[in-house]
């Protein structure tokens, strides 16, 4: 009895310990609230304070002042370039990516984890080297860029095809990387039954495998968008910098930074974060209604 009577005893003080967890929390959760608030400093320093005064800048003169900064010549044309070359570049790689990461899950062939590997350098190095890259193998005075030239009558540097050529490059990985793991857990039973039935591959591909990459494919597509509307690094080395011919919206904030034209700057700039703030928030939601299914 006496060993019962010390075992009730303990499991009371245990109850009583952990009811004071319940009805004094406060003294045990600054752990927490020190967590959140370095987190929280943390995000508005680096990423509010900045675009509260971007915000301030673009707006200083108010909408109208706004509307005018946005809409001159040169900063509309800047706009509907980098809009109408990332919109190409989405196309080619959306498809390119896609096939990318199919051949790199379905088959088997010398050298696959060396080239697996290779897609994720786009992301590594600077995007300066790109542009770099791309000059010293197109460029008017190298032997390929000068093909083009006297063949075909096709300038590549400074004008829109190094433009897209260079989003092409940098924003390889991502459609790559979001369909690969769909990929690679999708069942074979269904493609191995619709074969069985008599479709052919491409009816398999389209039919069988391709529903389930829609989601990932567009978050894919959409987040290689939003990186290509603020590329800057590659296309200062490549477009040019030819105002209504090669000036991308980056590369015009750039100019109007240096001619000290701030609110010019900060209201391209807030279109720029607009777009692809929305592309972003639109690609969680996709994520997260993947997720669900």
Known sequence: MTVLQ??????????????????????????CWGVRGVALTYLTVMLLIPLLVIARDGFQKGVSGFWQAISSPVAWHALQLTLWTAAVMVIINTI???????VLVR????????????I????????????VMLVVLYGPQQVVGAWLKDTW???????????????????????????????????????YAAATLGAGPWTIFRRV??????????SGAL?????????????????????FYSQTAAVYVFGEVESENRMGAS???????????SLILLVSHLQQRGRKN
């Open 153 to 191: 009558g096709i300038d590549i540097i400074f004008a829109p095809p190094g433009i897209i050529l260079a989003l092409l490059f940098i924003t390889y990985p991502f459609v790559v990387r979001a369909v690969q793991p769909v990929l690679l857990g999708l069942d074979k039973q269904q493609e």
């Open 6 to 31: 010390n075992m009730k005893a303990e499991g009371g003080r245990r109850k009583l310990t952990a009811s004071s967890f319940i009805l004094h929390p406060s003294s045990f959760n600054w752990g």
């Open 267 to 277: 209201a391209v700039s807030i279109v720029m974060l607009a777009i692809a703030f």
């Open 96 to 102: 390119m990516g896609t096939l990318t990461a199919y």
């Open 107 to 118: 088959y088997e062939f010398p050298g696959k984890k060396l080239f697996n590997a290779l």
């Open 223 to 243: 987040l290689s968008f939003a990186r290509a509307i603020g590329e800057f690094g590659s296309i200062v080395i490549v477009a040019g910098n030819i105002p």
């Open 209 to 218: 495998t391709l529903p389930p990459l829609i989601l990932p494919l567009t």
């Open 120 to 131: 994720d350098l786009p992301l590594a190095i600077p995007t300066l080297v790109t542009g």
